[in-house]
Every structure is written in C-alpha cells, then in structure tokens.
C-alpha cells in the first residue's frame, strides 16, 4: 500500500495543490523515500483561510449549540478509535517513534483526549448568569475566537494536532492545521476521518509546509488566533507577529526538566521510571526529564545503576515492538544530539554510557547511542539547552533546598518529578518547584487537567477547560428587568 497522496484536504474537500511543489517523506530508519505528498503554498493556505473565514462567518459550525457540535466530535471519536493501530503505524514510520511508544502513546493519546475534551465539554458553562455589582444580572457567554491556525510539531504530531483541533472545534471555531514537513502522513488519516464525522463544509482545512508557509499563515489577516506547539525559538517568532497584530495566541514550547531523586526514594522503580520519562520517543518530548538531581552521598551509585539500565536498553527498527530508543527524526537532528554530547565531554561531564557515533549494528538510520552524563555541572550548556534526543545528565546537590533551587535554575519551566516513599514530602517538592505540571513518583499529562509551561516553556494552557477556554472569547451581556 502506498503512503503517496497528490491532493490537500482544503474546507473539508480534497483539492489539487496549487504548485507542483512536493514534500518527500524520509523514513529516519532507512533512509529512504516512504511517501511523497503536496508541499503546500502561500496560495493552497490563502483558499484554506477563505475556506474557514466563510465557514465561521457565514456557516452553520459556530451557530450549532454546544450539544449538536458535542455530538459530531463524538463521531469523530468513534472513528478515530477504529484506527489506532494504523495511525501508530503511519507516525512510527514517518518520524521513527518506536512502535510500543506509538500504540501506547503516539495514537490512543489523541484519541483518549478526544474523549476527555467531550466530556469537559458536556459541562462547560458556556452560558451562564451572575448577579450583577451594580444591580442587574450578568449573562457571560463563551464565544467561539474565530479561524484558528493550529501548527503542530513532528515529534508528537497527533497528540499535539488533537490538543487544538477537538477544543477549537467544540467551541465553534474553524481551523487550519499546517503539519510538519517531517510528518504529513497521519493527518491525511485524520482528514480521511473528519471527512467521515459530519464535519461541516469549510470548517478543517489540512496543509503541510514548512517555514515560509507557516508564517503566511501565522500572519494572514483571516485568522483570528494561533496554536502552536514547538521550539521556543519558533514561538518567539510566532509571539512577536501575533503581538503586532493583537492576535491571540497560545505556545506551547521547549522544555529542560529535573527530576528529583530524595535519598529515600525505591532506586529501582525510580530509575525504571527515569527510563520512560527521560527517553520517551527516543527523547524527543519537550516534557522529557532529562536532568537528574540526586544527592552527592547517592549520585555515584546511583548514575553508575541509571547508565547500566539506558545501555541495556534495545535500540533499532522503531517498527520492531522490542525496540525502545529509535532514531532521530532527521540527520539534521541527529547531528545536533551528537553535537551535544561532545559538547558535554568537553564542558569536563562524566560519560557513563553512550556517546558519539553510531549505535552497534545499525549502519544506516539517523541513531545516536543512549548517553548518560555524571557530575554534571547545572551550568554546563547539556543541563541548560534542549537537546532534544537520549542524553540524561545526572547533577549532584547538597540538600532538598539545594535540588529546588537547581531545577528553578532554567529559563524553561514545563515539567518535573520528585521520587521518594515519603509523598508529603514530594508534595511539599512539587509546591516549590516553578514548572506548569509535576509529577510525585509518576509523570503524565491528564487530559482533565491543563498542561503548559511557565517562564519559556509556553503561553497559555492545554487540556482541562482551561484548554477549551482558550478557544473562546468572553462576552458579558448585562440584562436590565422590562420594567426599567
């Protein structure tokens, strides 16, 4: 079966490109063409944004109550589910994530957060009265913002489209989604599906592009807020034109996140944990935990116990589901990973495992080796910079108060653990420490809870109403009684 496609799913319609301009697909295990698709163009976004401009003006989409739009995202759902195992195929293929971490992670994510934005939706206040200061009552409304452009990264394509499409598309607005040049192919299964789901004429458009096209977009005067999720860099960018242009807007960027290890805590659950929240995707999460604090009397032991667990974990094929580290989605990738390990050995840290070049038995493929850092420095550049691949540093503190401070010391602020048997005490932790989301012996993202970032980790929230609230505008309607 073929992955090539040769239209764009504009206004809920597949529609022939406007250039000839083609994206090729890059399998980051072989090395080879997987897919060829349409590179979209300033002109393929322009008829996207007329497409959702009408569809949100003129259409029937943002008029719909709450319960008729409920009732088609429950569709969307429904059919969603029925393609889990084919979706963590197409995104395991097209960006190397590891087979166990696509079909546990990678496709029934999206899907079970579909499920938790309905029922969120279900009870939202979407209308609701307050009595006024003043005297007379206050109806509130929750608007839909308009046309949103939702811009996802290649790394976590679905998850991170299915944050902003579902809430958008429940609050009423329409939206235009520019994938990642990397990973195109998963959103022609999620156009497929929307087109299945009763999605009104207009109201999702889907165009890949890169850089150029998605800043045509980001700039278009027919949309009304932009979602994105990628490099702080990138936001920053994103954040200035939105800032001229009074645009709204939500970023959700990079991360440089500690965890804690109290000298109670189990060793080998923690280090079990550490192997899924710092190498989950082959490292490449923004929430991935890649500085590990641990006390001067345990860090020897306890990097020498870390860096034994990452060397005898199996890396290859991201389709062989014994495979836990894949390779990087691209050379460009895997040779700013390999660019900061050796930066690492010349900032003086101390190599336990891993290291420059290519894993054993692997001659092709974008691979780096698992590497673990010890007596790392918080001021050497492989604890401050996201590197964005399997690189854990392990840094010694003196005292609780000492690890707190370490992990508040990074310009980023999206994620962290503490590990210990005492959970008041990593509450206690967890309260000190200035990250949007933390985790007590675990880590995950809720769905029924936000998820974001302080400092330059992000703007704005995902998931929980808060994420559903990003969506709307606020309107207050103030009602006088007849006889006034």
Request: aromatic share 6%; hydrophobic share 45%.
């Amino acid at each position: 079966m073929t992955l090539d496609r040769d239209a764009l799913f504009i206004g809920g319609a597949w529609a022939k490109p406007a250039t000839d301009a083609v994206l090729e697909v890059v399998s980051p295990h072989s090395e080879e063409v997987v897919a060829r698709v349409p590179e979209g163009s300033a002109a393929d976004i322009d008829a996207a944004v007329a497409a959702a401009r009408r569809a949100f003006d003129e259409g029937p989409w943002p008029r719909m109550s709450p319960a008729e739009r409920i009732d088609v995202v429950q569709n969307l759902s429904g059919l969603y589910a029925a393609r889990l195992e084919e979706m963590a195929t197409v995104i395991s293929t097209e960006m190397g994530s590891p087979i166990s971490f696509a079909s546990l992670a990678q496709a029934p994510a999206p899907w079970m957060q579909i499920e938790a934005f309905l029922a969120i939706a279900r009870e939202f206040p979407w209308e609701s009265i307050r009595p006024g200061a003043l005297g007379p009552e206050v109806m509130v409304r929750h608007e839909p913002v308009g046309v949103v452009a939702a811009i996802p990264p290649w790394n976590v394509p679905q998850f991170t489209v299915i944050s902003k499409l579902v809430p958008a598309l429940l609050a009423g607005c329409t939206v235009v989604v520019k994938p990642a040049p990397e990973s195109p192919l998963d959103c022609y299964v999620l156009a497929e599906i929307l087109g299945e789901a009763g999605v009104p004429e207009g109201v999702v458009s889907i165009v890949a592009g890169g850089r150029e096209v998605g800043e045509h977009l980001v700039r278009h005067p027919g949309v009304d807020k932009v979602a994105f999720t990628g490099s702080t860099a990138a936001g920053r960018r994103i954040g200035a034109i939105c800032g001229e242009q009074l645009k709204r807007v939500s970023l959700e960027l990079g991360g440089k996140s500690a965890a804690i290890v109290l000298d109670d805590a189990d060793v080998a659950a923690t280090i079990e944990g550490l192997k899924f929240i710092g190498l989950m995707n082959s490292g490449q999460a923004c929430v991935a935990q890649t500085r590990v604090l641990v006390s001067r009397a345990m860090h020897d032991d306890f990097a020498t116990a870390l860096a034994e667990a990452v060397a005898a974990m199996k890396v290859g094929d991201p389709l062989d589901p014994a495979s836990e580290i894949g390779p990087m989605v691209a050379r460009r990738q895997q040779e700013r990973v390999e660019g900061y390990i050796g930066i690492g050995q010349q900032e003086g840290a101390k190599l336990l495992t891993g290291g420059p070049g290519r894993p054993d038995g692997l001659d092709r493929g974008w691979y780096v080796r698992p590497t673990v850092f010890a007596a790392v420095d918080n001021r050497m550049r492989i604890a401050q910079e996201e590197i964005f691949g399997p690189v854990l540093s392990v840094i010694p503190y003196d005292d609780v108060d000492d690890a707190v401070r370490i992990a508040n010391d990074s310009a980023y602020g999206l994620a962290g653990t503490v590990w210990t048997t005492d959970q008041d005490a990593g509450v206690d932790v967890a309260r000190r420490v200035r990250t949007g989301t933390f985790g007590v012996n675990t880590y995950t993202m809720d769905f029924a809870a936000p998820f974001g970032g302080y400092k330059e980790s992000g703007v704005g929230r995902e998931f929980g109403p808060e994420g559903l609230a990003q969506y709307t505008e606020l309107k207050s309607v103030y009602l006088a009684s007849p006889e006034m």
